[in-house]
């Protein structure tokens, strides 16, 4: 399966560039073949969170 973007939820708590993207995150964006469209949780209320994630 091919992505064509990747949205991913951030919860940022390591380090300085943790806090605002997250360690996963992080990763993701260097190593995706892809765009990586990363939102912060403090964003997205409950409602919009279910809908994007499923959770």
Known sequence: MRADLIVMQT???DSALDSIIGSTTERV???APCPV???PRSSLDDVNRERLFGR
């Open 11 to 13: 919860d940022g708590r």
């Open 29 to 31: 964006i260097h190593e």
């Open 37 to 39: 469209l990363a939102i």
